[in-house]
Protein backbone atom coordinates (compact mmCIF):
# COMPACT_ATOMS: atom_id res chain seq x y z
CA UNK A 1 0.00 0.00 0.00
CA UNK A 2 1.65 3.40 -0.93
CA UNK A 3 1.57 5.74 1.71
CA UNK A 4 -0.58 8.44 1.70
CA UNK A 5 0.82 12.05 1.92
CA UNK A 6 0.61 14.33 4.20
CA UNK A 7 -1.12 16.73 1.61
CA UNK A 8 0.34 20.08 2.97
CA UNK A 9 1.02 21.73 0.08
CA UNK A 10 -1.17 24.91 1.17
CA UNK A 11 -1.93 28.33 -0.44
CA UNK A 12 1.38 29.73 1.85
CA UNK A 13 3.66 28.55 -0.97
CA UNK A 14 2.14 30.77 -3.91
CA UNK A 15 2.10 33.49 -1.62
CA UNK A 16 5.65 33.00 -0.96
CA UNK A 17 6.13 32.98 -4.55
CA UNK A 18 4.58 36.17 -4.67
CA UNK A 19 6.18 37.42 -1.87
CA UNK A 20 9.83 36.58 -3.61
CA UNK A 21 8.80 37.93 -7.22
CA UNK A 22 7.86 40.75 -5.29
CA UNK A 23 11.28 41.33 -3.74
CA UNK A 24 12.79 40.78 -6.30
CA UNK A 25 10.43 43.28 -8.84
CA UNK A 26 11.46 46.16 -5.84
CA UNK A 27 15.07 45.38 -5.28
CA UNK A 28 15.60 45.24 -8.83
CA UNK A 29 13.78 49.17 -9.33
CA UNK A 30 15.36 50.64 -5.96
CA UNK A 31 19.02 49.27 -7.86
CA UNK A 32 18.22 50.49 -11.22
CA UNK A 33 16.82 53.65 -9.79
CA UNK A 34 19.34 54.43 -7.76
CA UNK A 35 22.33 53.39 -10.01
CA UNK A 36 21.26 55.72 -12.57
CA UNK A 37 19.50 58.37 -10.84
CA UNK A 38 16.04 58.31 -11.50
CA UNK A 39 12.62 59.40 -9.99
CA UNK A 40 10.96 57.56 -7.42
CA UNK A 41 7.75 57.49 -9.85
CA UNK A 42 9.56 55.55 -12.52
CA UNK A 43 10.57 52.17 -9.88
CA UNK A 44 6.63 51.98 -10.52
CA UNK A 45 6.52 50.64 -13.29
CA UNK A 46 10.07 49.16 -13.35
CA UNK A 47 9.33 46.84 -10.36
CA UNK A 48 6.32 45.65 -12.39
CA UNK A 49 8.78 44.74 -15.24
CA UNK A 50 11.28 42.90 -12.98
CA UNK A 51 8.41 41.35 -11.64
CA UNK A 52 7.24 39.89 -15.17
CA UNK A 53 10.64 39.02 -16.00
CA UNK A 54 11.04 36.95 -13.00
CA UNK A 55 8.03 35.35 -13.26
CA UNK A 56 9.32 34.49 -16.94
CA UNK A 57 12.12 33.00 -15.98
CA UNK A 58 10.68 30.90 -13.71
CA UNK A 59 8.11 29.72 -16.01
CA UNK A 60 11.28 28.91 -18.51
CA UNK A 61 12.87 26.93 -16.06
CA UNK A 62 9.51 24.86 -15.26
CA UNK A 63 9.69 23.96 -19.10
CA UNK A 64 13.60 23.38 -19.00
CA UNK A 65 12.41 20.67 -16.00
CA UNK A 66 10.18 18.93 -17.98
CA UNK A 67 12.75 18.35 -20.59
CA UNK A 68 13.33 15.47 -18.77
CA UNK A 69 10.10 14.14 -17.69
CA UNK A 70 9.58 10.77 -19.34
CA UNK A 71 5.98 10.11 -20.44
CA UNK A 72 6.60 6.77 -21.65
CA UNK A 73 6.89 5.86 -17.98
CA UNK A 74 4.50 5.78 -15.11
CA UNK A 75 5.05 9.11 -13.16
CA UNK A 76 7.09 8.92 -9.36
CA UNK A 77 4.66 7.85 -6.77
CA UNK A 78 6.90 9.17 -4.26
CA UNK A 79 7.05 12.45 -5.45
CA UNK A 80 4.94 15.56 -5.03
CA UNK A 81 7.43 18.14 -6.21
CA UNK A 82 5.98 18.83 -9.81
CA UNK A 83 2.46 19.26 -7.92
CA UNK A 84 3.66 21.18 -5.58
CA UNK A 85 5.35 23.62 -8.97
CA UNK A 86 1.97 23.04 -10.67
CA UNK A 87 -0.16 23.94 -7.97
CA UNK A 88 1.74 27.62 -7.10
CA UNK A 89 2.19 28.55 -10.87
CA UNK A 90 -1.75 27.86 -11.61
CA UNK A 91 -1.74 29.79 -8.29
CA UNK A 92 0.45 32.39 -9.38
CA UNK A 93 -1.50 32.55 -12.72
CA UNK A 94 -4.87 32.93 -10.96
CA UNK A 95 -4.09 35.85 -9.33
CA UNK A 96 -2.22 37.62 -12.07
CA UNK A 97 -5.98 36.84 -13.87
CA UNK A 98 -7.74 37.89 -10.89
CA UNK A 99 -9.61 34.79 -10.54
CA UNK A 100 -11.25 34.37 -7.22
CA UNK A 101 -12.59 31.00 -6.35
CA UNK A 102 -15.47 30.50 -3.47
CA UNK A 103 -15.86 26.65 -2.37
CA UNK A 104 -18.85 25.55 -0.68
CA UNK A 105 -19.84 22.62 1.08
CA UNK A 106 -16.33 21.91 1.31
CA UNK A 107 -16.63 20.11 4.85
CA UNK A 108 -18.61 16.78 2.93
CA UNK A 109 -15.51 16.21 1.26
CA UNK A 110 -14.41 12.76 2.57
CA UNK A 111 -10.78 13.07 4.20
CA UNK A 112 -10.58 9.46 4.99
CA UNK A 113 -9.94 7.87 1.55
CA UNK A 114 -9.86 8.45 -1.91
CA UNK A 115 -12.71 9.86 -3.56
CA UNK A 116 -14.07 9.83 -7.63
CA UNK A 117 -14.76 13.68 -8.29
CA UNK A 118 -17.23 14.08 -10.76
CA UNK A 119 -18.10 17.99 -12.00
CA UNK A 120 -20.00 20.13 -15.00
CA UNK A 121 -17.44 21.06 -17.56
CA UNK A 122 -17.59 24.58 -19.62
CA UNK A 123 -13.77 25.46 -20.21
CA UNK A 124 -10.56 24.45 -20.20
CA UNK A 125 -10.00 26.29 -16.63
CA UNK A 126 -12.68 23.90 -14.66
CA UNK A 127 -9.93 20.96 -13.39
CA UNK A 128 -7.42 23.81 -13.28
CA UNK A 129 -9.26 25.60 -10.88
CA UNK A 130 -10.32 22.51 -9.21
CA UNK A 131 -6.79 21.21 -8.35
CA UNK A 132 -5.73 24.55 -7.21
CA UNK A 133 -9.08 25.29 -4.64
CA UNK A 134 -9.09 21.49 -3.78
CA UNK A 135 -5.40 20.91 -3.78
CA UNK A 136 -5.28 19.45 -0.15
CA UNK A 137 -7.60 16.24 -1.52
CA UNK A 138 -4.22 15.86 -4.17
CA UNK A 139 -7.26 15.49 -7.35
CA UNK A 140 -5.61 14.18 -10.64
CA UNK A 141 -8.18 14.82 -13.69
CA UNK A 142 -8.97 12.66 -17.10
CA UNK A 143 -8.72 14.65 -19.88
CA UNK A 144 -8.70 14.07 -23.32
CA UNK A 145 -5.90 12.75 -25.50
CA UNK A 146 -5.31 15.61 -27.14
CA UNK A 147 -4.28 17.49 -24.24
CA UNK A 148 -1.19 15.74 -23.64
CA UNK A 149 0.27 16.46 -26.76
CA UNK A 150 0.37 20.53 -25.52
CA UNK A 151 4.52 21.45 -24.91
CA UNK A 152 5.33 21.14 -21.39
CA UNK A 153 1.49 21.21 -20.21
CA UNK A 154 1.18 17.45 -21.37
CA UNK A 155 4.37 16.66 -19.10
CA UNK A 156 3.02 18.44 -16.19
CA UNK A 157 -0.10 16.41 -16.11
CA UNK A 158 1.26 13.17 -16.21
CA UNK A 159 3.67 13.92 -13.81
CA UNK A 160 0.57 15.02 -11.67
CA UNK A 161 -1.13 11.78 -12.21
CA UNK A 162 -3.39 12.89 -14.70
CA UNK A 163 -4.80 10.19 -17.03
CA UNK A 164 -5.51 10.74 -20.81
CA UNK A 165 -8.52 9.51 -22.13
CA UNK A 166 -9.00 8.01 -25.64
CA UNK A 167 -12.40 9.05 -26.74
CA UNK A 168 -12.39 7.25 -30.41
CA UNK A 169 -11.30 4.01 -28.51
CA UNK A 170 -13.47 1.75 -26.32
CA UNK A 171 -10.31 -0.42 -25.71
CA UNK A 172 -8.37 2.54 -24.69
CA UNK A 173 -11.29 4.24 -22.26
CA UNK A 174 -11.21 0.58 -20.55
CA UNK A 175 -7.70 1.05 -19.91
CA UNK A 176 -8.04 4.19 -18.59
CA UNK A 177 -10.74 3.50 -16.14
CA UNK A 178 -8.39 0.57 -15.09
CA UNK A 179 -5.74 2.87 -14.21
CA UNK A 180 -7.79 5.65 -12.54
CA UNK A 181 -9.01 2.87 -10.51
CA UNK A 182 -5.89 1.70 -9.62
CA UNK A 183 -4.62 5.13 -8.10
CA UNK A 184 -7.62 5.16 -6.07
CA UNK A 185 -6.99 1.71 -4.85
CA UNK A 186 -3.44 2.47 -3.99
CA UNK A 187 -4.11 5.61 -2.32
CA UNK A 188 -1.75 7.58 -4.90
CA UNK A 189 -4.55 10.24 -5.62
CA UNK A 190 -8.01 10.70 -6.28
CA UNK A 191 -9.88 10.52 -10.10
CA UNK A 192 -11.31 13.98 -10.95
CA UNK A 193 -13.46 13.19 -14.17
CA UNK A 194 -16.13 14.99 -16.34
CA UNK A 195 -19.32 12.34 -17.06
CA UNK A 196 -20.68 14.87 -19.73
CA UNK A 197 -17.54 13.38 -22.05
CA UNK A 198 -16.41 16.66 -23.27
CA UNK A 199 -16.64 20.80 -22.98
CA UNK A 200 -20.13 21.42 -22.74
CA UNK A 201 -20.66 24.33 -25.38
CA UNK A 202 -24.76 24.34 -25.66
CA UNK A 203 -27.00 26.60 -24.20
CA UNK A 204 -28.11 23.92 -21.72
CA UNK A 205 -26.44 23.36 -18.32
CA UNK A 206 -25.49 20.13 -18.51
CA UNK A 207 -25.12 17.11 -21.13
CA UNK A 208 -26.27 13.85 -20.80
CA UNK A 209 -23.85 11.55 -19.12
CA UNK A 210 -21.79 9.25 -20.34
CA UNK A 211 -22.38 6.40 -17.66
CA UNK A 212 -19.49 4.75 -17.98
CA UNK A 213 -17.18 7.23 -16.36
CA UNK A 214 -18.97 5.70 -12.70
CA UNK A 215 -17.25 2.50 -13.03
CA UNK A 216 -14.23 3.84 -11.60
CA UNK A 217 -15.86 4.63 -8.13
CA UNK A 218 -17.28 1.32 -8.64
CA UNK A 219 -13.77 -0.46 -9.41
CA UNK A 220 -12.04 1.24 -6.55
CA UNK A 221 -14.76 0.76 -4.47
CA UNK A 222 -14.73 4.76 -3.08
CA UNK A 223 -17.51 7.46 -2.71
CA UNK A 224 -18.64 9.60 -5.35
CA UNK A 225 -17.64 13.43 -4.50
CA UNK A 226 -20.99 15.62 -6.73
CA UNK A 227 -20.08 18.84 -7.63
CA UNK A 228 -20.90 21.86 -9.62
CA UNK A 229 -18.81 24.86 -11.33
CA UNK A 230 -19.95 27.79 -12.53
CA UNK A 231 -18.58 31.42 -14.23
CA UNK A 232 -15.22 29.69 -15.59
CA UNK A 233 -16.34 30.93 -18.98
CA UNK A 234 -16.07 34.65 -17.76
CA UNK A 235 -12.08 33.77 -17.23
CA UNK A 236 -10.97 35.27 -20.66
CA UNK A 237 -13.48 37.73 -20.99
CA UNK A 238 -12.51 39.90 -17.42
CA UNK A 239 -9.04 39.09 -17.66
CA UNK A 240 -6.81 41.37 -16.45
CA UNK A 241 -8.96 44.17 -15.69
CA UNK A 242 -11.43 42.73 -14.23
CA UNK A 243 -11.79 40.02 -11.61
CA UNK A 244 -13.59 36.87 -11.56
CA UNK A 245 -15.67 34.89 -8.87
CA UNK A 246 -15.68 30.81 -9.70
CA UNK A 247 -18.19 29.16 -7.72
CA UNK A 248 -17.00 25.39 -6.87
CA UNK A 249 -19.99 24.08 -5.27
CA UNK A 250 -19.99 20.40 -3.69
CA UNK A 251 -23.29 19.26 -3.65
CA UNK A 252 -23.19 15.85 -2.07
CA UNK A 253 -21.24 12.92 -1.08
CA UNK A 254 -22.32 9.35 -2.73
CA UNK A 255 -21.48 6.83 -0.43
CA UNK A 256 -18.77 3.99 -0.98
CA UNK A 257 -21.71 1.86 -0.27
CA UNK A 258 -24.03 2.98 -2.41
CA UNK A 259 -22.03 3.06 -5.48
CA UNK A 260 -21.51 -0.66 -5.59
CA UNK A 261 -25.37 -1.49 -5.12
CA UNK A 262 -25.95 0.22 -8.07
CA UNK A 263 -25.51 -0.15 -11.84
CA UNK A 264 -24.01 2.84 -13.37
CA UNK A 265 -26.99 4.06 -15.27
CA UNK A 266 -28.76 3.82 -11.68
CA UNK A 267 -26.06 6.40 -10.44
CA UNK A 268 -26.02 8.69 -13.29
CA UNK A 269 -29.87 9.27 -12.90
CA UNK A 270 -29.26 9.92 -9.50
CA UNK A 271 -26.34 12.41 -9.61
CA UNK A 272 -27.72 14.09 -13.01
CA UNK A 273 -30.26 15.96 -11.41
CA UNK A 274 -28.39 16.50 -8.46
CA UNK A 275 -25.98 18.74 -10.51
CA UNK A 276 -29.20 20.16 -13.49
CA UNK A 277 -30.70 21.43 -10.60
CA UNK A 278 -28.06 23.20 -8.51
CA UNK A 279 -27.01 24.80 -12.33
CA UNK A 280 -30.26 25.76 -13.28
CA UNK A 281 -30.32 27.62 -10.16
CA UNK A 282 -30.67 32.01 -10.47
CA UNK A 283 -26.76 33.32 -11.24
CA UNK A 284 -25.46 35.07 -8.00
CA UNK A 285 -25.00 38.33 -8.23
CA UNK A 286 -20.81 38.56 -7.79
CA UNK A 287 -21.15 35.86 -10.93
CA UNK A 288 -23.49 37.91 -12.94
CA UNK A 289 -20.84 40.33 -13.30
Not at 169 to 194: H, M, Q
Not at 213 to 220: L, T, Y
Request: charged share 25%.
Amino acid sequence: MIRRSSGRIRKEGVIMLLIVLLLIGIGGAVLTCTHAELSGWVGIPLALGYMLAATLVFLILVALMSLFIRTDRPADRKTRFFRWVVNNVLGVMMVFMRVRVEVTGREKIPTDGRFLLVCNHRTIFDPVLTMVALRKFQISFISKKENYKIPVVGKLMHTCFCLPLDRESPREAVKTINEAAELLESDVVSIGIYPEGGTNRTEEPLLSFKNGAFKIAQKAKVPIVVTTIRNTERILKNAPWHSTVVRLKVLDVVPAERVLECQTKELSEEIWPMMDADLRLPVPEDLAK
